[in-house]
């Protein structure tokens, strides 16, 4: 099973830029399907962004499309998440997680079986 690390959140202002990363460790990387999640103070937990293990698939929440493009490289380990034109409404902790219920990208929570602990991202107005 992978361990996921996020890395990359920050403070930006309004109309700014980050990209996370999700560093997984472990040799069956490539065998499993990846999303990112995130979470703000008193919400519950949301789908963002899902890629499949080819990395040909991807799934974003309506909030996000256009603004936000999730990749992967099997090579290195690791899937990001690059986030453009981002808003107060973006502010939330971002998880990074992985399943091998499915090899394509995987919309449901609770299909997840690994998680990272999180990175925050705070967007200023």
């Known amino acids: 099973q992978v361990q996921l690390v996020e890395s990359g959140g920050g403070l930006v202002q309004a109309g700014g830029s980050l990209r996370l990363s999700c560093a997984a460790s472990?040799?069956?990387?490539?065998?499993?399907?990846l999303g990112w999640f995130r979470q703000a103070p008193g919400k519950e937990r949301e789908i963002v962004a899902a890629?499949?293990?080819?990395?040909?698939?991807?799934y974003y929440a309506d909030s996000v499309k256009g603004r936000f493009v999730i990749s992967r490289d099997n090579a290195k380990n690791t899937v990001y998440l690059q986030m453009d034109s981002l808003s107060p409404d973006d502010t939330a902790v971002y998880f990074c997680?992985?399943?091998?219920?499915?090899?394509?990208?995987?919309?449901?929570?609770?299909?997840?079986?690994?998680w990272g602990q999180g990175t925050q991202v705070t967007v200023s107005s």
């Open positions: 890629i499949g293990v080819a990395g040909g698939l991807r």
């Open positions: 472990g040799r069956t990387f490539s065998t499993y399907s």
């Open positions: 997680a992985a399943t091998r219920r499915s090899g394509l990208p995987v919309r449901t929570m609770t299909l997840y079986d690994t």
